[in-house]
């Protein structure tokens, strides 16, 4: 009898020690077939495809947490983005670059989290880059976002979604209001010696605020990559949210982007319509680039994406989208389409 009830006892606290700490193992497996083209005119290519990422980046990842009480708890996440095409780790440009091949080239922190918030420290996704997912007119679909290819054909290149050395703290939910800011250094972890006195110049900052409640949701973001040295910083300015009709929902978004004298001013508008299992969506965008004032690049994107779940984690889709870009002359330089029909799973 002794003999049980010590046995009983200690199960009791190892479950306990268990149900306080979590490691879950999750991920996207995201494939389809279709057919390419990009050029103009006689130089246009065509090709056919099995491509990763039609509606979201193939992944897998490590998150947990561990509860330290007092309504505290320690928490992490390491994410790697795949090829699901030839399994390939999917590397993801930084500013500063990313100077050797990331195991983790989504995310890699460690943060604590309570009553306060949270706060991160490592690889982030950009306060202001979630909120871009948040307001796509395409579920964030990858492969056939109007965002994805348009906005940043104008005169600013180089936009950064994900962070490396940062720091980020987030708010709680506040009657709807949430609220994120992130800092990323320019650190240069690869030199012994700093070849510059300036290196740690180079450095990212992004914020969002947002507004969620029932069928609303609203907000604006921010974020300025700052190169080291004179160079003048990339910023950018969102403002968007999306509202649930229950027979359609409604998403839209004003971006512009700024270097100096340099600026885009981009918008997209998309409508989501379920049916039952299935749904249609269908998204517009378009980017207008400026030099000095005088009109500069102009890229336009129109898609239409289907999907079918056959269950909460398996959903087949087909999609289309094409995309124009002109100089400031108006002329054609260059027009891509895509199509294709695949399916996601998230485990």
């Known amino acids: 009898m002794k003999l049980a009830l010590i046995t009983l006892a200690a199960l009791i606290t190892c479950g306990t020690s268990m149900a306080q700490s979590t490691v879950t193992l999750y991920g996207i497996a995201d494939a389809y077939f279709g057919q390419k083209q990009s050029g103009v005119g006689a130089t246009k290519l065509k090709r056919t495809v099995v491509d990763s990422d039609g509606m979201a980046n193939s992944r897998w990842g490590l998150r947990g947490s561990e509860d330290l009480g007092g309504g505290l708890k320690a928490e992490f996440q390491f994410e790697s983005l795949f090829d699901i095409t030839n399994g390939a780790t999917t590397q993801v440009t930084t500013v500063p670059a990313a100077v050797a091949p990331q195991l983790f080239s989504s995310q890699a922190w460690v943060g604590i989290s309570g009553r306060f918030g949270n706060v991160k420290l490592g690889r982030q996704v950009s306060p202001f880059h979630s909120f871009v997912g948040l307001t796509n007119n395409l579920y964030d679909a990858t492969a056939f976002s109007t965002t994805g290819t348009v906005w940043g054909l104008g005169s600013l290149p180089n936009y950064v979604g994900r962070f490396d050395n940062s720091v980020s703290y987030e708010s709680p939910i506040f009657i709807g209001f949430s609220g994120k800011v992130a800092m990323g250094f320019g650190e240069n972890k690869a030199l012994a010696t700093p070849t510059t006195p300036d290196l740690s110049a180079a450095r990212n900052t992004s914020l969002n605020i947002k507004y969620a409640k ?134």
Do not use: C
Request: charged share 15%; proline share 3%.
């Open 214 to 347: 029932g069928p609303l949701v609203a907000g604006y973001s921010f974020q300025e990559q700052k190169p080291q040295g004179s160079a003048p910083a990339l910023k950018y300015s969102l403002l968007g949210g999306s509202y649930d009709f229950g027979v359609a929902k409604v998403v839209g978004a004003v971006n512009t982007a700024r270097r100096d004298s340099a600026k885009d001013n981009e918008w997209q508008l998309g409508v989501n319509i379920p049916f039952g299992a299935a749904s249609v969506a269908v998204g517009y965008g378009i980017a207008k680039g400026h030099v000095n004032g005088a009109a500069g690049n102009k890229g336009t994107g129109l898609a239409l994406l289907g999907t079918y779940d056959l269950s909460k984690r398996s959903r087949l889709y087909a999609g289309w989208r094409t995309t124009t870009a002109k100089n400031a002359s108006g002329a054609t330089t260059n027009e891509t389409s895509t199509i294709g029909a695949g399916m996601i799973h998230r485990f």
